[in-house]
T-cell receptor, first 112, second 114 residues
Framework: SQQGEEDPQALSIQEGENATMNCSYKTSINNLQWYRQNSGRGLVHLILIRSNEREKHSGRLRVTLDTSKKSSSLLITASRAADTASYFC????????????FGQGTRLTINP | NAGVTQTPKFRVLKTGQSMTLLCAQDMNHEYMYWYRQDPGMGLRLIHYSVGEGTTAKGEVPDGYNVSRLKKQNFLLGLESAAPSQTSVYFCAVREVFSGANVLTFGAGSRLTVL
């Protein structure tokens, strides 16, 4: 079963705006990660946040984690056309036996 | 996706045919994974390996077999392909950064079963 559930499933915004994607999960985690997938390509790791962290920044990316609500959000600031991609959250579960479990993804479109 | 190479990139099969997907890594990692990606389903783990000579079942293993005879290679086999196995298949290797598991993916293999 899918651990992560992203919403929205699709998001379309204008270039320069901020994009926010959310991820909810069900079981205790060691960390939560976000990956990006450009059309026709493999997934690429973006950022990781550990269960004892609440917020993490990397360039234009900001990730938050609320373990009490079992949810995370990914914020991309000042979006660019090149940010158009699908974004997936993945959880490294405490009982996960070294396996990441991926959500269904959010398809982000940045309009010029 | 330097370091993880999948072959072939595209393949069309008829129902009942067999084939093998090859994943090769040049990074000497122990853990390797095969996922399938379907629209609206995200990525689902098929099989994985924690080292040479070992394999284990993931979330959706039925209809697939795997082998890890050499550390660098992880093979995914379909003995008798079915239309339900039409999908994009991704191989990944696990890297550890500051104690956390992070995956590096190949570019994918698109399989169509008619």
């Amino acid at each position: 079963s899918q651990q992560g559930e992203e919403d929205p499933q699709a998001l379309s915004i204008q270039e320069g705006e901020n994009a926010t994607m959310n991820c909810s999960y069900k079981t205790s985690i060691n960390n939560l990660q976000w990956y990006r997938q450009n059309s026709g390509r493999g997934l690429v790791h973006l950022i990781l946040i550990r269960s004892n962290e609440r917020e993490k920044h990397s360039g234009r990316l900001r990730v938050t984690l609320d373990t009490s609500k079992k949810s995370s959000s990914l914020l991309i600031t000042a979006s660019r056309a090149a940010d158009t991609a699908s974004y997936f959250c993945a959880t490294d579960r405490v009982q996960g036996a070294q396996k990441l479990v991926f959500g269904q993804g959010t398809r982000l479109t940045i309009n010029p | 996706n330097a370091g993880v190479t999948q072959t072939p990139k595209f393949r069309v099969l008829k129902t009942g045919q067999s084939m093998t997907l090859l994943c090769a890594q040049d990074m000497n990692h122990e853990y390797m994974y095969w996922y399938r990606q379907d629209p609206g389903m995200g990525l689902r783990l098929i099989h994985y390996s924690v080292g040479e000579g070992t394999t284990a079942k993931g979330e959706v293993p039925d209809g697939y077999n795997v082998s890890r005879l050499k550390k660098q290679n992880f093979l995914l086999g379909l003995e008798s392909a079915a239309p339900s196995q039409t999908s994009v298949y991704f191989c990944a290797v696990r890297e550890v950064f500051s104690g956390a598991n992070v995956l590096t993916f190949g570019a994918g293999s698109r399989l169509t079963v008619l």
